[in-house]
């Protein structure tokens, strides 16, 4: 009501209600009652649009990164049904009208401090700084998945630069699961990238639970074991708030930083790109097909499609490209293809080029798939493996990301549903190694996951051009279907 600049008067009789009810619904001395919660809400979101000054409107549009009234009515519902829900949990826990800003417990189990996580101002996407230390690698995964997958109120389709986290691991390597913490990592780096998210080191992490938001919300505690936390702390007082939040900013210093988000112009400019090709020992996972696999003509025929600029201009492109072709004609590279990226490719029709996505025709995908069998048969110097179905079923049916390892640089080369921060240079060499032993492992596992028998990784490819081909012949018959139906109702 403040950002729309409406007076408590003018909503109460837009709503037909006493002016007492607004002030005692905004002070927390009463709620509407649950019986018709969703009713007044949604009422409310309606006249808070239709009241707003022009110059509120603007700012509620601002705040809530939304661009049309419609957006902005379901934003305003939702965090006002968030605030309600919050508020009467708290209330029955407490069993007052007006819970306390500052409450202690002595032990919760993660879930009950997870749910206490929830707190309504993360819905809020507009000047919102939260600073975390928290050992996650020692939470069971189901715990950490609540924690990176829920506790923030965005849509993944849109970016929200505005909301700033940075978050404090134990990341030391004694604990990682070579397998299960580098795709829990990759997968929480896609999840956040929609925010400006930042990852951080530090031992002290170990055993700590701390969660602030500044001016408004925190949550400290310690985490004795994975399933028990320990004498933890809730309190929306600024005054608790900000001491927590600015110790864990001095902590979260440059040397610490685990990767770092670039673009491909910024990659190209600085080099980066051309080190990651011509460096020794290079490992990659692909996840998502792109640019590296493309033959000369195909690169040309989508040259001509991808939006250029004097950063990212099309001389550039080529002259990467052709760098790309030689060294993979030269280099000893070991490269692990994820079975996903063949039959997404079949399916979806997009590749990942230089940090666009291009839609290929199906000629065009046959013709990129009949390219990489190529290699697969003649390339003496690449050395390939596949890995045909995700090594864990938490991230089963997710994206799966590219990984670009070398003794120059390392990166990952992320699948964002809104197109933004989708490559992430590693930074620290913790973080590195722990991507270099996930590809070691899973390069040298022996329980069937992965393919290593150059015939059946032929055959697999062989099969995934069948699928395209079986596309091209239902199309086709469709097509012709479509075409006698129109010829028969002209005649």
């Known amino acids: 009501m403040n950002l729309a600049e409406i007076k408590n008067a003018a909503l109460a009789k837009a709503l037909q209600y006493d002016v ?57 519902f939702d965090n006002l049904e968030a605030e309600y829900d919050y508020v009467q949990d708290m209330q029955k826990q407490y069993g007052s009208s007006v819970a306390p800003k500052t409450s ?62 940075s978050l404090m691991i134990d990341l030391s390597l004694n604990k990682i699961d070579n397998i299960y913490d580098p795709i829990f990592l990759i997968n929480m780096m896609k999840e956040e990238a929609g925010i400006d998210f930042h990852l951080y080191r530090g031992e002290q992490a170990a055993g700590r639970m701390i969660f602030t938001v500044k001016d408004d919300f925190m949550m400290s505690g310690m985490l004795m074991d994975p399933n028990r936390c320990m004498s933890v702390t809730v309190s929306s007082e600024a005054d608790h708030c900000n001491p927590l939040y600015y110790s864990i900013r001095d902590l979260c210093t440059r040397e610490n930083l685990l990767y770092h988000n670039a673009t491909m112009a910024e990659l190209l400019d600085g080099n980066e790109y051309v080190r990651s090709i011509l460096s020794l020992n290079q490992r990659w996972i692909i996840g998502h097909m792109t640019e590296h696999f493309l033959p000369e003509d195909l690169f040309e025929e989508l040259l001509a499609q991808v939006r250029t600029n004097d950063a990212l201009d099309q001389e550039k492109l080529r002259y990467v490209h052709m760098l790309t072709r030689k060294a993979m004609e030269e280099t000893e590279i070991e490269i692990i293809f994820q079975g996903i990226a063949f039959s997404n490719l079949a399916l979806e029709s997009d590749i990942d080029f230089f940090d666009q996505k291009i839609h290929l025709t199906l000629q065009q995908r046959e013709r990129y798939i009949r390219h990489i069998l190529e290699m697969c048969t003649t ?30 640089i390392a990166y990952l080369r992320l699948n964002t549903e809104h197109g933004r921060n989708n490559l992430a240079v590693l930074n620290h060499p913790d973080m590195k190694m722990v991507f270099e032993q996930f590809f070691d492992t899973l390069w040298d596992e022996k329980n069937g996951m ?42």
Not at 38 to 54: A, F, H, M, Y
Not at 387 to 399: G, K, Q, W
């Open 104 to 165: 202690f417990f002595v032990e919760l189990s993660p879930a009950q401090y997870i749910s206490r996580m929830h707190h309504p101002v993360l819905r809020r996407v507009s000047r919102l700084h939260i600073m975390a230390e928290m050992d996650l690698l020692s939470l069971t995964h189901e715990y950490r998945l609540q924690i990176i997958q829920g506790n923030i109120g965005t849509e993944k389709h849109r970016f929200y630069p505005d909301v700033h986290f």
């Open 379 to 408: 390339r003496k110097n690449l050395h390939f493996r596949l890995l045909y179905e995700s090594p864990i079923s938490d991230f089963r049916y997710d994206v799966a990301q590219s990984i670009f390892l070398s003794d120059g």
């Open 20 to 76: 007492s009810y607004i002030s005692k619904w905004i002070s927390g001395r009463m709620l509407p009652a649950e019986k018709t919660k969703r009713n007044v809400l949604q009422r409310i979101s309606c006249e808070i649009v239709r009241l707003s000054s022009k110059t509120g409107k603007e700012n509620l549009f601002a705040n809530y990164q939304v661009e049309n009234e419609n957006e902005l009515q379901e934003a305003i």
């Open 450 to 491: 992965i393919l290593s028998d150059q015939e059946e990784i032929c055959s697999y490819i062989r099969e995934m051009i069948h699928r395209i081909g079986i596309i091209a012949s239902v199309r086709e018959h469709t097509t012709l279907s479509s075409s006698e139906q129109w010829t028969e109702m002209a005649d």
